[in-house]
């Protein structure tokens, strides 16, 4: 009976002292509550970044340095131009490329009654009937000699095409527009019909005046 009551009563302490330490709050550190931080603003406050121009920054381009308005329409408006050159017997003459339309092969013609005797004649060109001129016998020259190399430069002026028959088509030049000079006092012979000269690699070309070339 003694060990019974001793052992009832160890059991009574132990379970006492249970009772004791689950009473008694638990130590727990204290947590710390951060406050949100407002839309688009930084979580952490930062030193300020220096500001001193490094070698690798690109430098700022001051306002005179941009070209102004003026001088890139100066630069567009001073393109080269195109010009075809052709013989007319031992003459050099051009024309404008952006006038040209096509170059053919010397075909028949159709005379034409009481025409002037610079128009040749007519041809058939995909079923329009295209006139032919004679330069030589507009501008009052020796006509050259036709032969295989002979061609007909098709120009157009106003919505309306011509054929001018010529020597030979010798190639396209490239000039500044600044290059055409005026056609010089002593040539007498078809000046009214020339718009001017140019010198290139030696060789001088003189630029024809399609609108008085071809009018009637």
């Known amino acids: 009976m ?3 009551k001793a ?3 160890a059991a009574e302490r132990k379970q006492a002292r249970k009772k004791t330490e689950s009473a008694q709050p638990l ?3 204290p ?3 951060v406050p949100p931080h407002p839309a688009g603003a930084a979580p952490v ?3 300020p970044i220096a500001t001193a121009a490094s070698s690798d920054a690109p430098e700022t381009v001051a306002p005179e340095a941009v070209p102004a308005t003026d001088d890139v329409l100066k630069e567009t408006a001073t393109q080269e131009i195109e010009l075809l050159s052709f013989r007319l017997g031992e003459e050099s003459y051009t024309v404008l490329v952006k006038d040209v339309q096509e170059v053919l092969r010397v075909r028949d013609l159709t005379l034409v009654p ?3 005797s610079y128009i040749l004649g007519l041809t058939s060109l995909r079923g329009t009937m295209l006139p032919v001129i004679d330069p030589c016998k507009r501008l009052g020259l020796p006509v050259g000699t036709r032969d295989e190399k002979a061609r007909i430069i098709v120009v157009s002026l106003d919505d309306e095409n011509v054929g001018l028959i010529v020597d030979r088509v010798t190639g396209v030049l490239r000039i500044m527009p600044e290059a055409i ?6 040539i007498a012979q078809g000046a009214e019909f020339l718009r001017g000269i140019v010198r ?6 003189i630029l024809l005046d399609l609108g008085k070339t071809v009018e009637a």
């Open 2 to 4: 003694d060990i019974l």
């Open 114 to 116: 009481n025409a002037p």
């Open 7 to 9: 052992r009832k009563k």
């Open 200 to 205: 290139k690699d030696d060789i001088l070309y």
């Open 31 to 33: 947590v710390v509550e």
């Open 181 to 186: 000079k005026p056609t010089p006092e002593n």
């Open 27 to 29: 130590a727990v550190e």
């Open 45 to 47: 406050a930062l030193e």
